[in-house]
């Protein structure tokens, strides 16, 4: 159970009916994949104008590629969920706000009003950061999971759905 638009990263685990728990460190360190890949593509029908890229950053090693003969460490479930959360969260330029159509900016519109008011007393700080992506999905804001796609092992789908 995963909000997307909520104002922290906080995944949970469903534990029994009405019951939920935070993910621990350590499950958010097991590979996301089986078998694990260093290198991942997310794409989203909602938002397919900005595809997700995870891969290992290069000051990983000092810098440069990895030493010959070492192999990098797995993507992790952290990576991904972290990484999609962020994603989502970034503000929209100007441009991507000036290249909707108008029923598009009611929609998307509306979506950042509901999302804000969501929060309480935070409404106006939240405001104060403008339109993110997650306003883009029009309410889809859980995380539904990830799945493969035609394009190949390092390409996966996100679902998003509306509670």
Same mark, same amino acid.
């Given at each position: 159970? &995963?909000?997307?638009?909520?104002?922290?990263?906080? @995944?949970?685990?469903?534990?029994?009916?009405? !019951?939920?728990?935070?993910?621990?460190? =350590?499950?958010? *360190? %097991? @590979?996301?994949?089986?078998?694990?890949? +260093?290198?991942?593509?997310?794409?989203?029908?909602?938002?397919? !104008?900005?595809?997700?890229?995870? *891969?290992?950053?290069?000051?990983?090693?000092?810098?440069? $590629?990895?030493?010959? $003969? &070492? %192999?990098?460490? @797995?993507? +992790?479930?952290?990576?991904?969920?972290?990484?999609?959360?962020?994603?989502?969260? *970034?503000?929209?330029?100007?441009?991507?706000?000036?290249?909707?159509?108008?029923? !598009? =900016? +009611?929609?998307? $519109?509306?979506?950042? +009003?509901?999302?804000?008011?969501?929060? $309480?007393?935070?409404?106006?700080?939240?405001?104060?950061?403008?339109?993110?992506?997650?306003? &883009?999905?029009?309410?889809?804001?859980?995380?539904?999971?990830?799945?493969?796609?035609?394009?190949?092992?390092?390409?996966?789908?996100?679902?998003?759905?509306?509670?």
């Amino acid at each position: 159970m &995963f909000d997307l638009s909520a104002p922290k990263f906080a @995944p949970l685990r469903y534990v029994a009916p009405g !019951q939920s728990e935070f993910l621990s460190p =350590e499950d958010l *360190q %097991q @590979p996301a994949t089986w078998p694990s890949i +260093t290198q991942l593509r997310i794409v989203c029908d909602e938002i397919p !104008q900005w595809p997700i890229d995870i *891969q290992i950053d290069p000051t990983y090693y000092g810098g440069g $590629g990895p030493p010959p $003969g &070492f %192999q990098a460490p @797995p993507i +992790t479930i952290g990576d991904i969920l972290v990484k999609i959360y962020e994603h989502l969260a *970034q503000r929209i330029s100007h441009m991507d706000w000036a290249g909707l159509a108008p029923e !598009q =900016e +009611t929609a998307i $519109g509306r979506a950042y +009003t509901l999302r804000c008011k969501a929060l $309480g007393s935070a409404e106006a700080v939240e405001r104060s950061h403008g339109v993110k992506r997650i306003d &883009f999905c029009l309410g889809k804001v859980w995380f539904r999971g990830l799945t493969r796609t035609a394009e190949g092992m390092n390409v996966l789908k996100l679902h998003l759905y509306r509670k």
